[in-house]
């Protein structure tokens, strides 16, 4: 869906006002890439893009829950080296709420957004969990 959006606000830049035609090809194209062979997506799937608002009012909408599970799991990852020590650190965290930025509340627990490591430790548990299922 992220590709999606990048094409939308792209081709808006680019070209103006699209129709919904357009926005349906970039629809499908980039469901179609995602999907592979695994699902077979008709011509009428195209306007299915429509259903989703903040495709149109916000752009970069979909990445925030790319961001938001990475840093989960990242956290995840933290907890399994961490262990118990770990719990009360996340405690505090999520007692915060949105008070401040996820980077200004996780550098108090010496946690830096900007470390590829951190970033890493996420995408470990993700292959992690694809070793198992394989």
């Known amino acids: 869906m992220n590709r999606f959006e990048q ?9 103006g006002e699209l129709s919904s035609e357009r926005l349906s090809e970039y629809w499908l194209s980039t469901q179609r890439a995602m999907f592979g062979d695994s699902v077979n997506l008709s011509d009428d799937y195209g306007i299915w893009w429509s259903y989703i608002p ?15 599970e990475l840093l989960v799991l ?7 080296k ?28 010496n946690i830096d957004l900007d470390s590829p490591e951190f970033w890493l430790s996420g995408l470990t548990v993700i292959e992690d969990m694809l070793a198992k299922v394989e």
């Open 82 to 109: 961490e262990g118990e020590t770990f719990i009360e650190k996340y405690l505090e965290l999520l007692s915060r709420g949105g008070s401040k930025s996820p980077y200004e509340m996780l550098k108090t627990f």
């Open 54 to 68: 903040h495709f149109l009012s916000t752009p970069g909408y979909v990445y925030s829950y790319a961001f938001g």
């Open 7 to 15: 094409l939308m606000h792209e081709g808006r830049r680019k070209h």
């Open 74 to 80: 990242a956290l995840y990852g933290l907890y399994q």
